[in-house]
């Protein structure tokens, strides 16, 4: 039996994730790694222990790509969840939350004026996002992500009739994840932050993409160490 006293305080300190509660009292949803104890020990921001926060990482970096990051509900406040990193280090940045019973999100919100608006979603139809592609670009681009687990984010890609008319963008095959917080169903899946940061090697510069990788390193270890496990080498 849930405990909704020990919520309060959650939604106090974690105002990010303020939605959490109120869809756990509507219906149960996936396990939530954010401890409903000692909160205040834990950062708002990137919710990691204050001994491991990842916030000042990498200094926020200004980038002419704007990143918007679709998550589901269910996934947002896990601590494996790295598309929620996105805002920590890009400030032209956003994240999004869909699926939520009580705060419905339109898509179209998604979209901005002024920008190329592409998809990043690996369909049948998606162009690989190049150099060649990315040089005849005549405006920057608002690159929008859907996240969450891989049904969640496909989802997202084939419901969302706002998007339908945009072009999708996958990310040419390249190294392996070096994601090791949960098991790849396919072994050239990649991580939603690891497919920013290779995006933004294309639209951005190859040295952007370099810090974004040390971050996510940096990021994931923590994460490791706090689970007792090996961290990168
Ligand atoms: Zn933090």
Not at 50 to 67: E, G, K, Y
């Amino acid at each position: 039996m849930m405990n909704f006293h020990l919520l309060i305080p959650v939604a106090r300190v974690i105002e990010t994730f303020e939605f959490i509660v109120s869809v756990y009292c509507i219906k149960k949803i996936p396990k939530v790694t954010v401890p409903l104890k000692n909160i205040e020990n834990y950062c708002q921001a990137c919710l990691m222990p204050l001994a491991s926060c990842i916030c000042q990482v990498m200094p926020l970096t200004v980038t002419d790509t704007r990143v918007t990051v679709v998550v589901h509900y269910s996934d947002s406040a896990r601590l494996s969840n790295s598309g929620k990193w996105v805002p920590l280090v890009l400030e032209n940045s956003e994240v999004m939350v869909r699926g939520l019973i009580n705060a419905t999100l339109d898509a179209k919100q998604c979209i901005q004026p002024g920008y190329h608006n592409l998809v990043l979603f690996p369909d049948k139809d998606s162009i690989p996002l190049t150099e060649d592609y990315c040089r005849n670009l005549d405006k920057p681009v608002n690159l929008i992500v859907p996240d969450g687990n891989w049904n969640q984010a496909g989802k997202m890609n084939r419901r969302e009739t706002s998007l339908a008319h945009l072009p999708r963008v996958h990310i040419p095959l390249g190294k392996p994840t070096r994601y090791r917080l949960r098991k790849a169903a396919h072994e050239n899946w990649i991580s939603t932050f690891e497919a920013v940061a290779r995006a933004l090697g294309f639209l951005e510069s190859k040295e952007l993409q370099r810090q974004l990788e040390v971050f996510f390193d940096t990021a994931v270890d923590r994460i490791l160490y706090l689970k007792g496990r090996k961290l990168s080498e």
